[in-house]
Nanobody, 125 residues
Framework: HVQLVESGGGLLQAGGSLRLSCSAS????????IAWFRQAPGKAREFVAA????????YYSDSAKGRFTISRDNAKSTVILQMNSLKPDDTAVYYC??????????????????WGQGTQVTVSS
């Protein structure tokens, strides 16, 4: 079982940067595939980025590629999403999610079992 807590959201102007953090509890964190999703008002939950167990494999949506970086520190049970060059279209609630142990990459939110409460990111133009 994994419990996730996001932090680091906020309000900023376009072009700025934010660092989101996902802190986890639970013995299986280091063997869990972790992803970030986001959901804007009136829209479906959208895949942003994901990272494998060791941190050696990462995945990004087309909109995140080149601007966002996902990383993890299993010793600290933390996953970071560094977001640069933010745009108003990035405005959403950002969620950290984990798959059950042993499951690999997926961009489908239905494949994720554990979710944090979300953190709001608002980018003004």
């Amino acid at each position: 079982h994994v419990q996730l807590v996001e932090s680091g959201g906020g309000l900023l102007q376009a072009g700025g940067s934010l660092r989101l953090s996902c802190s986890a509890s639970g013995r299986t964190f280091s063997s869990s595939f972790i992803a970030w999703f986001r959901q804007a008002p009136g829209k479906a939950r959208e895949f942003v980025a994901a990272i494998g167990w060791s941190g050696g494999t990462t995945y990004y949506s087309d909109s995140a590629k080149g601007r966002f970086t996902i990383s993890r520190d299993n010793a600290k049970s933390t996953v970071i999403l560094q977001m640069n060059s933010l745009k108003p279209d990035d405005t959403a609630v950002y969620y950290c999610a984990a798959r059950r142990t042993g499951y690999g990459s997926s961009s489908d939110p239905r494949d994720y079992t554990y979710w944090g409460q979300g953190t709001q990111v608002t980018v003004s133009s």
